[in-house]
């Protein structure tokens, strides 16, 4: 039912439109140069008053062009300006891609002032990290290991590929950010899709807001927002690569679109595989309490050993077709996700706790629809419509005999599981539903609205074989709904020196929780339990570029994080339903300054710096079992400020220099302890178990041209510091007594060789290269030295 009234609504739009569509016909394309898309160029028709502008995509489309002979302009400072005849015919619908080329008498003009989009990024109102992912195409990356060396941003990983991952971002974490891909939300697309694994061809580029993100987003972030952008701006490219390296790890992907020029109708594909054994040795390493501890021949001895079962897999294709460029639809276009997951556990919360059996088994399905319209009813409005439905099955066998050492053998122990201490088989299905409404309107030059609304819909069920779980609270559906609506007016002034942006947002929130409650009769008593709320956020954005090389910004927003469903619904084993749950909520402020100069055509610097400041309050935090159950509750809350910095430098085309630092001070603002009037001793402590201070650096040098034209050899160096930092809170036991995640300091390497511009490429790298003994969390130890290589082939 609800699938055909998203079937319904999007018959409506396109009837809409095609009732007032035109036969008059149009032309649409991207611009680019060797680094990327251009952000403003001009595409003009010689001697007509007709044309646009490329946008945030580099994509331009000039409508209602009569039938004619035409030359076609494109231009942009700095740039070549090229010219093209053309035909066009009654109702036709011309897609032209075009390559701009430096103008060699006016190199002083390419400066890094907004030429790309992530330049563009960089110096809005928001503070932001544009990732431009060009430079990692040849890596054997994920878009974790990339996002890692970003200002700001720290992942924490627990092991190898597919590892669970903590990802934090100026001091807020895990949940309170949220990640999108193309502007849609990834808890869409299952866990077998995820920043974990996801390849890096698979993307063009990665921007991440802070603190404060755009209303067209959708988003109940607390912290910020990651939107993932993949390649859509070429009518026709195949990019395909394989990697093999250590622990027997292969990385395969293949990215893709066809585009029949005369018709519009358009094919895409994006699909990787990956596989690791993960099977990296555990070095014992008593100095910060790891020691490895094995029986030998009837001897407890302390030795290095190899994981034994922690191999991961997980392959994924997403298929699309669509048609483009009509007078009723920029873009129509039906996408099928299928994703499968397969990943042995091999530790609890640290690595003393050994796991030899239990697996966690994913298939994930999702048919989703896209539309998008310029000039939708009216000059000036862009509607963009998604909606999408999936389902999710995972299975969890939990039935060991044994309790297992990292000899990899197990000692009998018939009774109990590996993960709850009780045996069980869950089965869960969770179903998702998304439907979301983006309208953007371009008042005139300087006055713009945009208009969000996103409705999400999720159901969790689960069946446990064994039947030895008496208290599954998930034998009938647990529902959470949510909906995040937003609206935001943005200004331009003084020739655009000056932009500003006020938005609002609501957040909705209706779930149905079933409760399990132990009664006197030794049975559980199972309960329905249904909450709605709903609350309001409001930010502001603004930028003043000072001069055409210096610029300052500030940005307010006070934001919400909405309940997730393990949160409320427990686990249905050892982690029980809590209804009275509050959203987190969050006042978040940054200022920056950028300043980005030349000193010739050929020495170019850029340097940004931002202070931060969070107010987060109803912190949603884990429990740990005192007794029997766990719950998921509210904590005061955290207060953080920080500092962060970036500065980078180039030379031509020969040399890229950029590092950045972060420090932050998240403290506890818990005056009291949990339900008393009692003080809490910790309050005020710097929050644990948290990254502090941590920095950056990368360096590339290469060289055009090397043994033929076109071929490029490039050197690949970069480096990455975390200062050690306390697992629990300092006010608590002596300093002698407390346990701390050691400092790290990592290198890694790659060596690429380009052939025929881009067409063909070989790379070789080697991460953490000294190999170092490296703790993202306590006792979890992540893979020692490793090394790839890496075949990519790509055409556009």
Do not use: C
């Not at 739009?13 to 035109?22: D, E, G, P, V």
Request: hydrophobic share 35%; aromatic share 14%; net charge positive.
């Amino acid at each position: 039912m609800y699938w055909s009234k998203i079937f319904l609504t999007f018959s409506l739009f396109i009837f809409l439109t095609s009732a007032n569509a035109q036969q008059n016909s149009n032309i649409s394309g991207v611009v680019s140069d060797s680094s990327g898309v251009i952000v403003g160029a001009s595409a003009l028709l010689k001697g007509k008053k007709i044309g646009a502008t490329t946008d945030a995509n580099g994509y331009f489309q000039i409508n209602n062009v009569k039938p004619g002979n035409y030359t076609l302009l494109l231009s942009y400072v700095g740039f070549k300006t090229i010219g093209k005849e053309i035909t066009i015919k009654e109702g036709q619908s011309l897609q032209l891609d075009f390559r701009l080329q430096p103008n060699q008498n006016d190199l002083d003009l390419i400066d890094i002032k907004g030429r790309t989009v992530a330049n563009e990024l960089k110096q809005s109102a928001f503070t932001v990290n544009a990732i431009d992912l060009k430079t990692f195409q040849n890596t054997s990356a994920d878009l974790n290991q990339i996002l890692n060396r970003s200002t700001g941003v720290k992942v924490r990983e627990t092991g190898g590929m597919g590892s669970d991952f903590n990802f934090t971002l100026n001091g807020l974490s895990g949940r309170q950010i949220r990640f999108f891909i193309d502007g849609i939300p990834m808890e869409s697309f299952g866990n077998s899709f995820g920043l974990n694994n996801i390849p890096v061809n698979l993307a063009e580029r990665i921007e991440v807001y802070k603190g404060v993100v755009p209303v067209e987003l959708g988003a109940d972030a607390l912290g910020g927002a990651v939107n993932i952008i993949t390649n859509q701006s070429a009518a026709k490219f195949l990019d395909a690569s394989i990697s093999y390296g250590s622990f027997n790890t292969t990385r395969a992907a293949l990215s893709g679109k066809y585009t029949d020029q005369k018709t519009g109708l358009y094919f895409n594909v994006n699909a990787y595989h990956n596989y690791s054994d993960n099977d990296y040795l555990m070095r014992s390493n008593p100095k910060y309490d790891a020691a490895i501890k094995v029986v030998e021949n009837g001897e407890l001895v302390e030795r290095d050993v190899r994981r034994f079962h922690s191999a991961y897999r997980s392959t994924a294709g997403q298929f699309g077709i669509g048609i483009a460029n009509k007078s009723w639809a920029d873009k129509l276009e039906l996408n099928v996700l299928y994703s499968d997951m397969y990943k042995e556990i091999q530790t609890g919360a640290t690595q003393n706790k050994v796991i030899g059996e239990v697996t966690n088994n994913e298939k994930f399905f999702m048919p989703s629809l896209k539309y998008k319209k310029t000039n939708f009813l009216t000059k000036g409005l862009t509607a963009t419509v998604f909606a999408s439905t999936s389902i999710q099955r995972s299975h969890v066998p939990d039935t060991a005999n044994f309790v297992y050492s990292w000899s990899g053998q197990g000692r009998p122990e018939p009774i109990s599981g590996e993960l709850y201490g009780v045996k069980s088989i869950y089965h869960y299905r969770n179903t998702a539903s998304l439907a979301r409404a983006n309208f953007s309107y371009q008042l005139d030059e300087n006055n713009s609205f945009n208009a969000n609304y996103n409705y999400s819909y999720f159901s969790r069920k689960a069946t446990e074989d064994l039947g030895i779980v008496k208290n599954n609270t998930f034998d009938e559906p647990n529902t959470i709904g949510k909906q995040v609506a937003g609206l935001a007016y943005q200004n331009s002034a003084f020739n655009n020196r000056l932009t500003t942006s006020v938005f609002g947002k609501f957040y909705g929130l209706n779930a149905l929780v079933r409760n399990a409650v132990f009664s006197q009769n030794q049975t559980y008593i199972k309960t329905n339990a249904e909450t709605t709320n709903s609350y309001f956020g409001y930010g502001v954005a603004s930028r003043f570029r000072v001069t055409d090389d210096f610029g300052i910004k500030a940005s307010y927003e006070h934001a919400y994080r909405l309940q997730e469903g393990e949160e409320l619904f427990g686990n249905g084993i050892d982690v029980t339903s809590n209804i009275n749950l509050k959203p987190e909520n969050s006042d978040n402020i940054n200022f920056g300054a950028f300043y980005n100069f030349q000193v010739n055509d050929k020495h170019r610097f850029a340097v940004e710096a931002n202070y931060f400041f969070r107010n987060a309050k109803d912190f949603i935090y884990f429990v740990p079992s005192g007794g029997v159950y766990s719950v998921y509750n509210n904590l005061a809350g955290a207060r953080i400020s920080g500092a962060e910095l970036e500065f980078k430098y180039s030379y031509a085309d020969l040399l890229n220099f950029s590092t950045n630092a972060t420090y932050q001070d998240a403290s506890s603002r818990q005056r009291y302890e949990p339900n008393t009037t009692i003080i809490d001793m910790t309050y005020g402590d710097r929050v644990p178990n948290q990254p502090w201070l941590y920095a950056n650096a990368n360096l590339e040098i290469g060289k055009n041209d090397v043994w033929a034209k076109g071929n490029r050899l490039q050197l690949s160096l970069s480096s990455q510091f975390v200062n050690w930092f306390y697992l629990n809170w300092e006010s608590r036991g002596s300093i002698e007594s407390k346990n701390k995640i050691p400092t790290q300091f990592s290198h890694n390497a790659a060596l690429s060789y380009t052939m025929l511009n881009g067409k063909y490429n070989v790379a070789l790298e080697v991460n953490n290269f000294t190999n170092e003994l490296l703790y993202d969390n306590f006792r979890l130890q992540k893979p020692g030295r490793t090394v790839f290589m890496k075949l990519r082939y790509f055409i556009k």
